[in-house]
């Protein structure tokens, strides 16, 4: 009779396991990435693994993780995966306020039809609303955007309107600045100055006083002035190490360039980056010119962060979007990894948000999978001269909250006829 009762439970027990199979195990990750070279710059991750996703967030990454256990499983043997990338220098801002440049006006660009193709995941506009118009950016971008969009505030209330109203200083009010940046922590990442043409430090000194005020960092978009400001000043006595120092590898008129006139990075450029002062790409349409960056990797001058200036005056010139700001490092021997830290882990300790630029368990599922091409390739800077290369980065799929937002060639997609 004990023996017949087991049998029955043995079977009984088979046909619920078959039965449920046959409804559907449960499955484990919405997304599996399979076989990718992972760099990960937090995580000194440097090599081939799979990366797991679900509800949103990165949930395992291992050397190898059963592919049954995903709904959608992505081939990226032969890519490179990394974490979402960070433009900690942007323009989108934009609006239909007439003469108003990048502040609620047409030279600003939406961020969603620019971000996801070029692997983006989080974007910084830099100035263009001041603490008087914040609020409108907020609700008219921020809050409207697939992209994750942050803010540094213009020392300037008014905002990045060009021309008369950016040499204000009696707008340039820290106090003010710094009370809108601690009601929007974590949207409001920085404080920006940019475009003043005086021989006047005060624009710098309040930009920093805001920064001090809300414990964030400023970026300074420096020049313009007759006779030039020392930049060593500015590096040495008036930035705080964690400020940040964008196009630095310009030369534009009234700012003294990085690299002097025997192609050489003067000592205390140096010095600035080892004290902690973040030097930007920034590369805009006006900010880049290989005659100052060739010279400044040789001598091993890199950038702490890579970002494109984006906005409709730089977007269809040397600039064409973070990739192609990228692929020109690589092609100046600056190592892959490196300048994947540059758009990922190194911009968001740049901007304190060290919740992003990784793949930890736990952390939002933001990753970019890039493919690097072989071939003959240029490179355009802002004077419109051109440097040749063989290697170009391409992106291939963008993940953005743990959702497919971006694939170039159908990696995420079945195939139409099965």
């Known amino acids: 009779m ?57 949930v395992q ?70 603490w008087r118009n ?49 009601q929007y922590p974590g949207i409001v990442v ?30 300074i978009d420096f020049g313009g002035s007759d006779p030039e400001l020392s930049i060593e000043k ?10 940040i120092f964008t196009h630095a590898y310009a030369h534009v008129k009234g700012r003294i360039p990085v ?14 980056q080892k004290r902690g002062i973040v030097f930007d790409v920034g590369h805009g349409g006006g900010s880049f010119l290989f005659e100052q960056a060739v010279p400044a990797m040789k001598q091993g001058f890199k950038p702490n962060t890579i970002s494109t200036d984006l906005h409709t005056g730089s977007m269809n010139g040397g600039m064409k979007d973070i990739i192609n700001v990228m692929s020109k490092f690589v092609n100046m021997e600056m190592p892959v990894n490196e300048v994947i830290a540059c758009v990922t882990w190194n911009a968001a300790k740049s901007i304190k948000r060290t919740d992003l630029g990784h793949l930890s368990v736990g952390a939002v599922a933001d990753v970019t999978i890039l493919n690097l091409r072989k071939g003959d390739f240029g490179f355009i800077d802002t004077q419109g001269k051109k440097m040749m290369g063989d290697k170009k980065l391409e992106c291939e799929l963008t993940i953005r909250d743990g959702k497919v937002v971006y694939d170039l060639n159908g990696l995420a997609s079945p195939l139409w006829n099965k």
């Open 134 to 182: 914040f609020r409108i950016f907020k609700e008219q971008t921020i809050d409207r955007s697939k992209t994750r969009v942050l803010s540094f505030l213009n020392i300037v209330g008014s905002g990045m309107k060009g021309g008369a109203i950016e040499q204000n200083q009696a707008d340039m009010d820290a106090k003010l600045t710094a009370m809108v940046a601690k």
């Open 61 to 130: 990454v291992a050397a190898d993780i059963q592919e049954d256990k995903a709904k959608k499983v992505v081939d990226a043997k032969g890519l490179y995966v990394v974490p979402g990338l960070i433009d900690i220098h942007s323009h989108n801002f934009h609006g239909t306020e007439p003469d108003a440049y990048l502040s609620n006006s047409f030279t600003a660009l939406p961020p969603d039809g620019f971000s996801f193709e070029s692997g983006v995941t989080t974007i910084v506009d830099v100035g263009g609303a001041g």
């Open 259 to 272: 690299v002097d006139e025997e192609e050489k990075v003067r000592d205390y450029v140096f010095a600035a």
């Open 190 to 219: 920085g404080v920006k100055l940019a475009h003043y043409s005086g021989f006047d430090w005060t624009p710098t000194e309040r930009a920093v006083e805001a920064g001090k005020l809300a414990d964030i960092p400023v970026m």
């Open 234 to 243: 500015l590096f040495m006595e008036k930035l705080r190490p964690g400020d």
């Open 2 to 58: 004990k023996m017949k009762t087991s049998i029955s439970k043995y079977f009984l027990a088979t046909l619920l396991f078959v039965g449920f199979v046959q409804v559907g195990l449960p499955q484990d990750f919405d997304i599996l990435i399979k076989g990718g070279h992972v760099i990960d710059t937090k995580n000194s991750i440097d090599g081939i693994r799979d990366v797991a996703v679900k509800d949103g967030k990165v």
